[in-house]
């Protein structure tokens, strides 16, 4: 909106309050001289869910170790860009706010189907490089918030290989029994292929939902044990500092 805001006004005989409570004066404005009043203004920043939040997908962010992957400590190398802690330079974006798009292990480049919810991505670095960019985060007043994918996991994740490996265990018409593999009940099992979001479940006679993708298997969030599962693992990320959740495809939760 304040983008906008700016293409309709610049040269006008008009002042604006920003989003963070600096007045704006547009006459004879340009959009550098805009920018300038905002990062060199003072702040007046409530401290709470409203932020300038910037996106960054750390894949392709800044790579610090010459391996064509960025990575965690490419981004902290990089954090004076978005902000460098001085709200009198006008040399950074001065956004408050960073979302991490998925940062746990995965098999795939955009790390939207999770195979480890309590680790960093090994391209990307480990649990201390991240700790380290959530200290220099705060020490600049950006809070982190980090995208969490729970409707589904990796096809490579424990949960779901262990309980296809069960399924593929059983005989003709034999039932599942959770009490001998929990994980059976972490999924949307079915002998039947109800839809074509449906897939075969390995070597078994079971199917499996998939609404995004047959490598995204769908989670059944009614599942007390799977609910307790993110108790446990918001708990952890919470512990290493985070300011909280993004929670990816919340429609698709049920």
């Given at each position: 909106?304040?983008?906008?805001?700016?293409?309709?006004?610049?040269?006008a005989?008009?002042?604006?309050?920003?989003?963070?409570?600096?007045?704006?004066?547009?006459?004879?404005a340009?959009?550098?001289?805009?920018?300038?009043?905002l990062?060199?203004a003072?702040e007046?920043v409530?401290?709470d869910?409203?932020?300038?939040?910037?996106?960054v997908?750390?894949?392709?962010?800044?790579?610090?170790?010459?391996n064509?992957?960025?990575?965690l400590q490419?981004?902290?190398?990089?954090?004076?860009?978005?902000?460098?802690?001085d709200p009198?330079?006008?040399?950074?974006?001065g956004?408050?706010?960073i979302?991490?798009?998925?940062?746990?292990?995965?098999?795939?480049?955009?790390?939207y189907?999770?195979s480890?919810?309590?680790?960093?991505?090994?391209?990307?670095?480990?649990?201390?490089?991240f700790?380290q960019?959530?200290e220099?985060?705060?020490?600049?007043?950006?809070r982190?918030?980090i995208?969490f994918?729970?409707?589904?996991?990796?096809?490579?994740?424990?949960w779901?290989?262990q309980?296809?490996?069960y399924?593929?265990?059983l005989s003709?018409?034999?039932?599942?029994?959770?009490?001998?593999c929990?994980?059976v009940?972490?999924y949307n099992?079915t002998?039947?292929?109800l839809s074509?979001v449906?897939?075969?479940a390995?070597?078994?006679?079971?199917?499996?939902e998939?609404k995004?993708?047959?490598?995204m298997?769908d989670?059944?969030?009614?599942?007390?044990a799977?609910?307790a599962?993110?108790?446990?693992?918001?708990s952890?990320?919470?512990?290493?500092?985070?300011?909280?959740f993004?929670?990816?495809?919340?429609k698709?939760?049920?």
């Open positions: 909106t304040g983008v906008l805001l700016v293409g309709l006004v610049l040269g005989n008009y002042e604006a309050v920003s989003p963070i409570g600096v007045r704006l004066d547009f006459e004879n340009t959009a550098q001289s805009l920018m300038q009043q990062n060199t003072d007046n409530i401290d869910k409203y932020r300038t939040f910037y996106e997908f750390v894949y392709s962010f800044y790579d610090s170790d010459g064509g992957i960025g990575d490419g981004l902290i190398d990089k954090l004076d860009y978005i902000n460098d802690g009198a330079t006008d040399t950074d974006l956004c408050n706010g979302w991490l798009m998925p940062i746990m292990p995965s098999p795939t480049y955009h790390k189907d999770i480890d919810y309590e680790n960093i991505d090994e391209q990307y670095g480990t649990i201390d490089d700790k960019l959530i220099a985060c705060h020490k600049r007043g950006i982190v918030i995208d994918p729970i409707n589904h996991t990796s096809s490579k994740h424990p779901f290989t309980a296809v490996e399924l593929e265990g003709d018409g034999q039932q599942p029994d959770s009490s001998v929990p994980y009940d972490y099992f002998t039947d292929q074509s449906y897939y075969k390995g070597s078994s006679n079971w199917y499996y998939g995004f993708w047959s490598e298997p989670l059944n969030l009614d599942c007390e799977v609910r599962e993110f108790d446990e693992i918001t952890f990320w919470m512990d290493l500092g985070i300011d909280g993004r929670m990816d495809g919340a698709e939760y049920f």
